[in-house]
């Protein structure tokens, strides 16, 4: 409005509806695409309009090691919700907001005074094993059974560490001078104790077990006695004895020599060059971590452990693929996987989280298990399928030999007029790149076509069909089930599959991948959103890994 009459007069107009496009087209310049949205961010498109897309909720405040590289959730028996999580170091199970290592021990070994200390004053410490223990730097192993300290490492000198809590009561809380690095749980011994406030020297001067880590430098434990009056420091000057800093599991900092191996340790030694720690020491070598990202090329280190002969440089045979990766299944309640290009583990549920997954050749009665694999899936009928497996008479790994074990028992894997145990041949490519399991069907990726494994039954359990050829997939978990049809990213394009192979339209497609990674392909994983009947593909793009 205006306080001159004369500029009083209203401009009236009609109001137009802007209606756009939906979706995001990236096919055309900004400035050609009127009527399209060109851009956004955390957006999907519902009813033909733009929705913020929900953001994400923490599960636990419980850490693992590793980048995370496979998720896979099932029920046990008893209900019990179970999330397996394969990262490129260690194999874990959550529960309930808590991680349980379940990665297979591969070597073990016990021996006499096995620790030797570094320089004096140093964290770096040697272990030594008799056999070789074929451990590489990054590697994770596991001591057990130290009874000794090695030179200072497990031990601290305090002075007047302790202070009753309450009177009539037994709980005793330790203050440190320095990081205890205890946990709870672990044992702690004491030395040196002056008793006070009612309670004797002896009911200080044991083997106490930490009940709660309070902080750093502080901890409470039991003590027989109940205090008399409360709130009162003592103990005078005292020794604590921490084996647990020994007692647990390290990750291998160098390898010296095929019997040694180098760790840290959360206190320095003392002298230097001490050797000891016990008569009995166990030292439990987990299997080999793998790469966290993609590496091209040949060369030593570029591929799986004992690939190829001693000394030789892996070459073609790496098949682009030395990212760690995972495949992963449940057999009812247990779990089985495998790391690609490894043997097959099973992790059984009855045992609890407190065991580890071990060999499926271990296991009693077990019958010509592959040694290698490069994917391992449950069919339906109850087989367990290795798709890229080792073969049978030679044992020399075949990447696109398909085998499978007899009906409802994983452990046996020899053919036999009396079970369904068998293998067939992928006909077509060079090695299996990925595969997903879909309605009555396991569909089978290679580097240049897809193929369908149906179970057939008697005589040969397992048929085989040639999909397509001229197909490829970006990478072992580049592929998703929603709405009863599979789709997948592939090198240069968007594929889906509902009984046939068809392009996937796409408005955004050169803008992926004109921005895509393309040595990164590996980690591209495909995830859905049943609530929304989506699948959306996380990639590295062209300049990050």
Not at 36 to 64: A, H, L, M, Q
Not at 266 to 282: E, F, L, Y
Request: proline share 3%.
């Amino acid at each position: 409005g205006a306080d001159d009459e004369s500029q009083s007069d209203v401009i009236m107009g009609t109001i137009t509806k802007l209606l756009f496009r939906p979706g995001i087209n990236r096919e055309g310049t900004q400035f050609a695409e009127q009527g399209s949205w060109y851009d956004c961010d955390k957006v999907r498109f519902r009813n033909g309009n733009p929705e913020k897309i929900g953001g994400w909720e923490k599960v636990t405040e419980s850490v693992f090691k590793g980048v995370c590289r496979i998720l896979f959730d099932w029920t046990l028996l008893d209900g019990t919700n179970c999330l397996a999580l394969g990262t490129h170091k260690k194999m874990y199970i959550e529960q309930s907001g808590q991680f349980y290592d379940i990665t297979p021990i591969r070597f073990s070994e016990t021996g006499a005074n096995t620790i030797t200390s570094g320089t004096a004053g140093s964290t770096i410490q040697t272990y030594t094993t008799t056999a070789d223990h074929e451990a590489r730097t990054g590697d994770y192993f596991i001591i057990s059974g130290v009874t000794a300290d090695v030179d200072g490492i497990c031990t601290d000198t305090y002075t007047n560490p302790f202070r009753t809590s309450a009177a009539g009561s037994g709980i005793v809380i330790v203050s440190t001078t320095t990081p205890h690095y205890a946990a709870a749980g672990d044992s702690v011994t004491f030395s040196g104790t002056t008793g006070f406030d009612g309670i004797s020297s002896g009911d200080f001067n044991t083997t106490k077990t930490i009940l709660e880590v309070l902080s750093a430098t502080s901890y409470t434990i039991s003590v027989a006695t109940n205090a008399t009056a409360g709130a009162v420091a003592g103990g005078g000057s005292v020794t604590a004895v921490y084996l647990g800093r020994l007692n647990r599991e390290f990750e291998i900092l160098s390898v010296p020599t095929d019997k040694t191996v180098t760790f840290q340790t959360a206190k320095g030694c003392t002298t230097g060059g001490v050797t000891g720690g016990g008569a009995n020491i166990t030292a439990k070598f987990l299997i080999f971590t793998g790469f966290a990202n993609q590496i091209i090329g040949g060369g030593w280190g570029t591929c799986t452990w004992s690939r190829g002969t001693w000394s030789s440089a892996c070459g073609t045979q790496v098949f682009g693929i030395s990212l760690r990766i995972w495949s992963v299944d449940n057999y009812g309640e247990d779990f089985v996987f495998a790391a690609r290009n490894g043997p097959p583990y099973v992790w059984d549920a009855s045992n609890g989280t407190s065991t580890r997954g071990v060999l499926i050749s271990s296991l009693p009665g077990a019958s010509d298990v592959p040694g290698e694999v490069t994917i391992i899936i449950v069919a339906d009928s109850r087989h367990l399928v290795a798709i890229g497996a080792s073969d049978l008479l030679t044992s020399t790994f075949d990447p696109l030999l398909i085998r499978w074990s007899e009906q409802e028992d994983l452990t046996n894997w020899t053919p036999d007029v009396t079970n369904t145990a068998g293998d067939i041949r992928i006909p077509m490519g060079s090695y299996v790149v990925a595969a997903k399991k879909t309605r009555q069907e396991i569909l089978i990726w290679t580097d240049k076509s897809i193929h369908s494994l149906q179970f057939s039954g008697a005589p040969f359990t397992f048929s085989l069909q040639t999909i397509a050829e001229n197909i490829n997939i970006a990478g072992p978990n580049a592929a998703a089930n929603a709405a009863n049809k599979t789709f997948w990213m592939g090198k240069d394009k968007f594929w889906v599959y509902d009984g046939r192979v068809q392009n996937l339209p796409c408005s955004v497609q050169r803008y992926v991948f004109d921005n895509v990674n393309e040595e990164q392909l590996t980690q591209i994983y495909a995830v859905t959103n049943h609530n929304f009947t989506e699948v959306t593909w996380l990639y590295c793009s062209a300049n990050s890994n």
